[in-house]
């Protein structure tokens, strides 16, 4: 066996067993779900809600390691795809709240808050809502479609789901507001000269279904790209002064190792400007997690070194460090990270990543420690 391979192999087995810092002391990684382990939750009590994304599966079995790592370890939720449209409305005259009703009766249950994701995004979107026969929706159709699945998802769940994502990336990489068969086919309706309109009608949509739910608009990058936070304030800032119900922004920070706290902060500060408009504005953070890939790096699978746990256990306090003035400022109460375990994120695109705080044997890893430390 080459000695590469070897090292690699060390490397495995000593993140295995990390021996842990906690409060001072050294002590041995644990299982998320043991009883004696320490609880995210419990740990930011007085800060914020913290959660992760799940999927049905993980709480079909109540002696499963997943669902007592779950009720264990976090106090919100949501649904990682089965509350999306695609999901929830496949066809024009069928529904299937299956998943996300025994999701939601589970919160519940376990005095754990669920979130909302998501009602209007670009991406898994069912293709028959832009469509009429064989071309394209009208807006009018394309708006009285979007209103009846927001008004019907909304207020099935009223009272329940306390804050929803109404809107989810609707700012594109290039700064603008995204192209898509949203922006496409609704356009100027009210003719006011911005393309904002099928952002308005649908928080105005759901503000209407569940009049105390939080309605959030939700991005990616907001975190990490002055020029995004920008237009988001912008943005915001426009619907705020046409009455649009905008209660908060979700701030989903897939965020990459080396993530620079200064960075973060240049970034809340411009969104927080928006307090100036409307005082009870409120931060959450949607989709935490911290990926072991640069954009455009070469992946191979991550080689668990001193070195790189270092950068990333710091990456995650310095991250957290920030999250907790901003709890502590009255601006943040909720924190979800974008899966469960290792095993499980969206970030394992072949090859293997390492972005969350539960190793992918549901014991909490360097990090989790390090970050209740800070609380
Ligand atoms: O359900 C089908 C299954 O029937 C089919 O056999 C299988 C074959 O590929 O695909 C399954 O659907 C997949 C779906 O996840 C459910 O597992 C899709 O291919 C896959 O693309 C989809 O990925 C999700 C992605 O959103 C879609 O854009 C990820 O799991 C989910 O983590 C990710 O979540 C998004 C947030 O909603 C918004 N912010 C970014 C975040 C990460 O991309």
Redesign the pocket.
Known sequence: MKIRTLSKIAAFITAASLIMTSCGSKQESQYAYEDSAPSLAEAFKDHFRVGA?I?SWDISDPNSNQYKTIVKQFNTLVM???S?PD?LHPAEDRYDFDAFDKFVDFCVEHDITPRG??LV?H??VPGWMFKDGNKDASAELLLERMKEHITTVVTRYKGKVKSW?VC??VIGDDGQLRFSDWSRIVGDYDGDGDKYDFIEEAFRAAREADPDARLMI?D?SIESSTDKAIRMYNAVKQMLSEDVPIDGIGF?M?IGKGQSPEGLKECFDILKRLRDIKPDLVFEV??LDVNCYGWGQEKKDVELTDEFLEEFNKTYTDTYKVLLELADEGILDSVIM??LHDGV???NDGHQNYPMLIDKDLKLKEAAYEVMDLA
Do not use: I, P, R, V
């Open positions: 994304a999927n990682e795809n089965e999306k999901h994701h998501c995004w991406s898994q994502d989810n990336e939700n990616y989903q897939h949607t989709e974008w899966g994120s969206w970030l």
